[in-house]
């Protein structure tokens, strides 16, 4: 992955109009907001329509990037969610088979030998999510990872919504007061 | 703020961290962004929701996309060259995709948000370009004669349906983000163009509250957009 001195230099140079600039943050930074689309995304035409729709938003707001605002990365990663999350929440809700991924996505937070710092608080993150209920730590981590929402983690923990609203509720509340505590 | 009954729902950091999280519905998604589009605090709330659910998309695997997308993103760029067939028949492919994805239900039904921007870069033609404003249907919902030299468009309603209590408002969308051109009415309609208005903009349509946005920026689900083309 890119450093982010290079990364704030292709912004600087999208913001400006540069298209070879554009061109060459995909080059460096695609193949990770795809995969993350992807995740939310499972309709690999709509992701590819999505990731796309990024690069152009990119295009477009690279201008109002301050670097005050934190390191390059995540606010990339924060556009590409987003714009998969809205992509995936647009559509009417249909009852349909449920997609096991099988991802322990908590283990590879634990897993060392794990890519690039571009987040410091990866321990403590690691540590607070295995404190909080299992379940309720299973709906945070599939909603963001996966793009599940209240309804698709009702049906696969066989709950009313309101439960799941309720299980969200405490495990962030935990979360934040935990991570406050570590960090 | 843990109480008995756990955590206020309405607590406004609490909505941040759902927002990120990604499980509010499109509708609450959109209030949080209203609300953070004029709130420096609101906005401090989600980065710092981002910042501490960061390391989880950092585990997330890369995956390589088709180079189709490359290809596509740097011939919608402006820079790139003349506005040709493929792009607009492109933009046109979207549109379609996410209908199918609204299971067929409508854009209004869906309340969808559909604000497709592509840039595209069009060969001058004496100032004069034609939008036709549509959403997934065949029918267009407006049809806008643009006129670049006179600064004056043209607004032909044919089939723009409004929901119930709603008015529909028409923006041009250029670089500077959206400028109002006023509300979508049953007959004929000039509207002045904002300056700076390009040919590389973008013509949308909003649901609004009655009389229209009271912010002076889209507040509602676009449900039409269409692009201009050398007329």
């Known amino acids: ?183 | 703020m843990t109480g008995p009954g756990g955590p206020d729902p309405d607590d406004p950091d609490l909505r941040a961290a759902e927002y990120v999280l990604g499980t509010l519905d499109a509708r609450e998604r959109e209030a949080v962004e209203r609300a953070a589009a004029g709130d420096p605090a609101a906005r401090a709330r989600i980065r710092a929701w981002e910042q501490r659910f960061g390391p989880l998309a950092e585990v997330v695997p890369a995956e390589t996309p088709p180079p189709r997308v490359r290809a596509a993103l740097l011939r919608a760029l402006p820079r790139s060259g003349r506005a040709d067939a493929g792009q607009i028949a492109l933009l046109r492919a979207q549109l379609r995709r996410w209908r199918i994805a609204a299971g067929g239900a409508g854009l209004l039904a869906a309340g969808l948000a559909l604000f497709v921007v592509v840039g595209p870069s069009l060969t001058p033609s004496g100032g004069r370009y034609l939008a036709v404003v549509q959403g997934g249907g065949t029918v267009p919902a407006l049809i806008v004669r643009v006129d670049l030299g006179t600064g004056l468009a043209q607004v032909r309603p044919v089939n723009a349906e409004a929901p119930a209590d709603r008015s529909l408002e028409l923006w041009y969308v250029g670089a500077q983000g959206p400028r109002p051109l006023g509300l979508v009415g049953a007959g004929q309609s000039e509207v002045r163009l904002p300056t700076g208005t390009a040919p590389d903009g973008v013509l949308a349509v909003s649901v609004e509250p009655p009389g229209g946005s009271p912010t002076g920026q889209p507040t509602g689900p676009v449900v039409y957009t269409g692009k201009l083309l050398a007329d």
């Open chain 1, 1 to 183: 992955m890119a450093d982010d001195a290079t990364l704030r230099r292709l912004l600087a140079g999208i913001g400006r109009g540069e298209a070879d600039q554009l061109a060459e943050l995909y080059d460096l930074t695609s193949p990770k907001l795809y995969g993350l689309i992807l995740r939310i995304q499972r309709d690999r035409a709509l992701a590819e329509d999505v990731l796309q729709d990024v690069y152009m938003r990119i295009w477009q707001a690279a201008g109002t990037y301050r670097p005050d605002a934190g390191p390059p990365m995540p606010w990339l990663i924060a556009i590409a969610r987003n714009r998969a999350i809205d992509s995936v929440r647009r559509k009417v809700e249909v009852q349909g088979p449920e997609l096991e991924s099988g991802e322990d996505w908590v283990a590879r937070l634990i897993d060392p030998h794990d890519e690039a710092v571009a987040f410091q608080n990866r321990d403590a993150l690691a540590a607070c999510l295995s404190r909080l209920d299992p379940r309720h730590r299973d709906c945070v981590v599939l909603a963001y990872c996966e793009g599940r929402s209240r309804e698709e983690l009702a049906r696969r923990f066989d709950c009313p919504v309101n439960t799941i609203k309720t299980w969200l509720h405490r495990a962030l509340a935990t979360l934040k007061t935990c991570l406050e505590a570590v960090s």
